[in-house]
Structures are given as structure tokens and as C-alpha cells.
């Protein structure tokens, strides 16, 4: 029997093969495949707010196995619970509409355009041949600004089944922030084309409005570049029992 799993693995940075992985989203997606079956879709976050103990959570479709990720880059004949595999259907089964929840997600914020303002060669190339007649594709184009990645969260929350409250101050704000932002460039399988995006983390506090689009969203990420961390909402209760 299948059975959605949220895990948890503990990292050890000071060892060679885990401070490859925390550089590289390729080779973190390759290791974290390796737990499950090769046809089975997955989505990762890696969370370093502690960089001497960071955590990769992986949710997966059915029950993986992290021995060779404890055993290649963790503590694996230390004490304590190396990774920590928790059934995902109690936490599905508390959604309701008007439920609240803390929250953090790491995702690329994108926008589609026809005019990037600045031209790769790839990019002109496609403008060219649109000139010749071919149908023009639309180019996606990372946010680079925290302002410019935040709006880009609250315009959508709606469509992912959520809002986001907004505070008792004045003036009031939402209840979310960024709390962590990179630019990612690595080559696709080593020596391929090159990879380049931007992510950005964002926690707080949010309100579920549509239970059937938060539970696929879940399930099913947010956002681009899923294959290099991006795209996992996780979430936790509120402090002091609200919710």
C-alpha cells in the first residue's frame, strides 16, 4: 500500500560529499531520488537556518529509504533519529477551510514576458526566428528584488488555495516574510547547459480558502524548478494554539 511521507534527513556539513550536495540543487536532487523509486515524482527543500546542522524534508508518494543519504552525508553511527519519516494523511486531514497555519516555502518567482530586457543569446535567437514566422514562446523570467519575489507570493495565494492575514498594525502588513534569498547557477548534469534561477524562502502565516487546491498544491508543489528544491510547502502548528 502506498503512502504519502514527509521526511526529514539531518545533514552533516562538515563532511566532502555533504557540503557537494548543499552547493549543488543537481547533485541534492539526485541523492534525495535515490530514496525512492526512479518513476516516483518528489519534491525537497533544503533548510539551513542552522548552517553546523542543516535539513533536507522530501515529500515523496510512498515510503522511502535514506540509508545511503545518512550513511554518504550524515552522522550515521551517531545517536539520535538520522531521518525522521512521518505519514503525511493526519496533517491532510486537518484541512478545513478558515484552518490556519504557519508555514515556509522555498520557490522561483517567475514571470512570463514577450520583451525580457536582457538578451541571451538563446534569447535573441528565438526573437529572430519569430521574425521568420514562427510562433513566438513567451520567455520566463526570474524576479531578482525581495519586493518584486513578495508580490509575486500574494498575488497567487488565492490560486494555491490560501491567503495570507494581514496584521493588527498600522498600517497593517501581511503575515509573511522573507527569510532567505540565493541565486542558484550550476551546469545540468554536470557538464550540460547551464542552470541559473533565483529562490526565495518565505515563512509566516497563512489561512487555508479552498481545501481541494491546497491539498494539491501540497502534494503537488508551487512554482518552477521543482527538481532543484523549490516548490515544497510544509507546514506547522501556531504558536500558542491558534489555528
Not at 552522522?75 to 486531514?93: C, I, S, T
Not at 515556509?104 to 517567475?110: D, F, G, I, M, S
Not at 538578451?119 to 528584488?145: C, N, Q, V
Not at 503537488?220 to 504558536?239: F, N, R, V
Request: include cysteine; glycine fraction near 8%; charged fraction near 25%.
Amino acid at each position: 500500500m502506498t503512502m504519502t511521507c514527509l521526511s526529514r534527513i539531518r545533514i552533516n556539513p562538515l563532511r566532502a560529499e555533504s557540503r557537494r550536495l548543499l552547493a549543488n540543487p543537481r547533485a541534492m536532487h539526485a541523492a534525495v531520488m535515490g530514496g525512492v523509486p526512479d518513476t516516483e515524482r518528489i519534491l525537497w527543500r533544503l533548510d539551513a537556518d542552522n548552517p553546523h546542522r542543516p535539513y533536507v524534508f522530501v515529500l515523496t508518494r510512498s515510503k522511502p529509504d535514506w540509508t545511503h543519504l545518512v550513511e554518504r552525508a550524515g552522522w550515521p553511527g551517531a545517536d539520535g533519529e538520522h531521518a525522521a519519516v512521518r505519514d503525511y494523511a493526519p496533517l491532510l486531514a486537518q484541512i478545513a477551510v478558515g484552518r490556519e497555519f504557519a508555514f515556509r516555502l522555498t520557490a522561483n518567482p517567475v514571470q512570463n514576458t514577450l520583451t525580457p530586457d536582457r538578451l541571451t543569446p538563446a534569447k535573441a535567437a528565438r526573437i529572430a526566428a519569430a521574425a521568420d514566422g514562427e510562433r513566438m514562446r513567451s520567455f520566463r523570467i526570474g524576479h531578482r528584488t525581495a519586493a518584486a519575489q513578495l508580490d509575486w507570493f500574494l498575488s497567487r495565494t488565492r490560486r494555491w488555495g490560501f491567503d495570507v492575514p494581514s496584521t493588527l498594525t498600522e498600517p497593517p502588513a501581511h503575515e509573511v516574510r522573507i527569510i532567505d534569498r540565493r541565486r542558484h547557477s550550476f551546469r545540468k548534469n554536470g557538464k550540460g547547459h547551464q542552470v541559473t534561477f533565483n529562490s526565495a524562502t518565505f515563512e509566516g502565516r497563512l489561512r487555508v480558502t479552498d481545501t481541494a487546491a491546497f491539498t494539491r498544491h501540497l502534494l503537488e508543489g508551487i512554482g518552477p524548478s521543482k527538481a532543484y528544491g523549490c516548490g515544497l510547502l510544509t507546514l506547522a502548528p501556531l504558536p500558542g494554539g491558534r489555528g
